[in-house]
């Protein structure tokens, strides 16, 4: 089986500081609004009036943070009609701005809002895993800036070996859909996959 390189997330240690973001941003130098990592806050639970307080009930909050996921089956890869998203023999996923049209398909393919319209230059972007840098033998931007190291990368199976097959959480979506090349941390409050009592917190 060839190579397919990967993110694992720690949920327990990220602490939605959105480093990762900014270093992101810098190292890419994103106008504003594009944004190819993300940090998302999900919380839920209510507080019930019980006398003169109020007790929690199943009250939770956790930060995910997601960017491409270099799937393995990259729909943003079949619905390009100019060929400018491929799937490299690394399993990473990149697209050649020159050949883009910004037709926007893969935009709206994407379970995961991974490629990004770049309205200045009228073409879609998206991560391409710092590519440049892993091949200088250094870490993608995103994962040398986490102060938490709630971050790593590496080839999917060795991560999974390390860190477990977690590979679905509330609120991403089904992984059956693309199969991300995704292992997740489980914080001690995450919910499944297919949970729907959450809400995204921090949107904008």
């Not at 991560?127 to 995103?142: I, M, N, S």
């Amino acid at each position: 089986m060839a190579k397919q390189l990967g993110f694992y997330v720690n949920l327990a240690n990220c602490i939605g500081c959105k480093a990762c973001e900014i270093a992101c941003k810098d190292r890419k130098g994103l106008p504003a609004g594009v944004r190819w990592r993300r940090v998302y806050e999900y919380s839920g639970g209510e507080w019930i009036a019980s006398g003169n307080q109020h007790v929690p009930s199943d009250v939770f909050s956790y930060y995910v943070s997601t960017a491409c996921m270099h799937c393995e089956k990259p729909i943003c890869v079949e619905v390009c009609p100019t060929s400018a998203i491929r799937k490299r023999d690394d399993g990473i996923v990149v697209l050649n701005s020159d050949n883009c049209i910004g037709c926007r398909y893969c935009s709206w393919a994407c379970p995961y809002g991974a490629p990004q319209f770049n309205e200045e230059a009228g073409v879609m972007t998206k991560c391409d895993f710092c590519v440049e840098l892993q091949e200088r033998g250094e870490k993608p931007a995103c994962v040398d800036a986490c102060p938490m190291r709630a971050l790593e990368y590496g080839d999917i199976e060795e991560l999974k070996a390390k860190h477990g097959g977690l590979t679905a959480v509330a609120p991403m979506p089904d992984p059956s859909l693309t199969n991300p090349a995704i292992v997740y941390g489980p914080h001690k409050d995450v919910k499944s996959a297919h949970y729907r009592g959450g809400q995204l917190k921090n949107i904008d």
